[in-house]
């Protein structure tokens, strides 16, 4: 046979195969190929790594720590993430053998999904949301159901839509807040709710909590495992990308029982042995000196939220106002448009490049997601460019 008559998808994974690319890349990437394109489309913060934290990580390699760690991550750093997670949402683990540190917190949850899932096992997952989520259920065999979360509730899961979904294959709950893309959060009433849900079905929780140092207003972040009962039944995902930008560091950790942070260890050390020395060392002085960091940009980043609310909300473009992460969830019906004719087309005409709410889910349509971790100058500029879309090109007029 000759190379050239080879058939791939003899040798290719079907479920692979079968999967979409991310909705979040396939614009960005675009948009890379385009000259004078002001993107608000990654999340992505446009500060740099606290200098103190990239000192530490460079002071490591003139030190000569360039050796692999242990496969859960260097016990210092272990022990540092413990005692930030007790300091900011009253929960204690064992760093010996209940904390992973991992390759940014995408492979936290990969892990945990592999670890915890039996072929079939339904996984609830509340839309919109992450674009992980589902294709990694997937590939981990299970069964991706979505629950539908809407404006008029903040978009947040409600106890009944849970219990609704709840069938004999439900094993896990992933929930996903504060959530990407609609800044919506759980409140511990909210959380209390779903708790009572989740003890009642004997459900297991994968929270991933990657924006929750990034939770505005009076009320700090809760987490769902701090509840009476919820540790012992939670998978707590976390990094260091979002709240101490340190995207390009690849650092992510989990927290889990013991039983369960076993088996996560195991695909942890054959896949990939252990997350970057160096990036470890720059986390521990993250985790023990990083609060002030992580309150300069959290004031920041809520003054770009508000700025941004206003402008979408002055265009006709109703807003709800996100209280955790850094992205507005702007509805886009009333122009007429879908969700992807509104992003291609202001790609275009406009050279403004957002997300369409569909990479989200299907109950993302009517909605885009627009990421405000760019600066106030930047942010000023798009939104001068989407009114101008909106009066010119889509014919429809500012009020």
Not at 20 to 45: H, N
Not at 364 to 392: D, P, Q, W
């Amino acid at each position: 046979m000759n190379d050239q008559d080879i058939s791939y998808d003899r040798f290719l994974n079907p479920a692979l195969v079968d999967l979409k690319p991310s909705g979040i890349r396939r614009f960005f990437d675009i948009a890379s190929e385009m000259e004078d394109v002001i993107t608000l489309s990654i999340g992505e913060p446009d500060f740099t790594t606290p200098w103190h934290i990239r000192e530490e990580g460079i002071h490591s390699l003139e030190r000569g720590h360039t050796w692999y760690t242990s496969n859960a991550g260097l016990l210092q750093l272990r022990e540092a993430i413990v005692e930030f997670t007790r300091r900011h949402i009253q929960i204690a683990y064992d760093p010996k053998t209940e904390v992973l540190v991992t390759v940014g917190g995408s492979e936290a949850i990969d892990l945990g999904l592999r670890a915890l899932l039996r072929p079939g096992d339904e996984v609830l997952i509340p839309e919109p949301s992450f674009v992980c989520y589902a294709p990694l259920t997937h590939m981990a065999g299970g069964v991706p159901v979505p629950l539908v979360t809407r404006e008029e509730d903040a978009f947040r899961l409600t106890p009944e839509a849970l219990r609704a979904a709840v069938t004999p294959r439900s094993r896990l709950l992933i929930l996903p807040y504060p959530n990407n893309p609609t800044g919506g959060v759980l409140r511990r009433p909210h959380l209390e709710a779903i708790a009572e849900v989740v003890r009642e079905h004997d459900l297991f929780v994968l929270s991933d909590e990657i924006y929750s140092a990034l939770t505005y207003g009076a009320e700090p972040h809760v987490s769902i495992a701090s509840l009476p009962g919820m540790q012992s039944r939670t998978l707590l995902i976390n990094g260091f990308s979002k709240a101490f930008a340190m995207t390009g560091w690849r650092l992510g950790y989990a927290c889990a029982p013991a039983p369960v942070m076993k088996q996560i260890v195991k695909l942890h050390q054959y896949a990939l042995m252990c997350a970057p020395t160096t990036a470890q060392y720059a986390a521990i002085e993250a985790m023990r000196s990083g609060d002030d960091d992580i309150a300069r940009m959290r004031s920041e980043y809520d003054t770009r939220r508000r700025f941004i609310v206003e402008e979408f909300n002055r265009m006709g473009l109703t807003c709800f106002e996100p209280e955790g992460a850094f992205y507005v969830f702007p509805c886009i019906r009333s122009t007429g448009l879908s969700s992807e004719e509104f992003c291609q087309r202001l790609l275009r005409e406009k050279h403004v490049a957002v997300v369409p709410g569909t990479a989200f889910g299907d109950s993302g349509e009517g909605f885009v997601r627009v990421s405000y971790c760019y600066s106030l100058s930047h942010i000023t500029e798009a939104m001068k460019r989407i009114a101008e879309f909106l009066e010119n090109s889509a014919g429809f007029p500012r009020p």
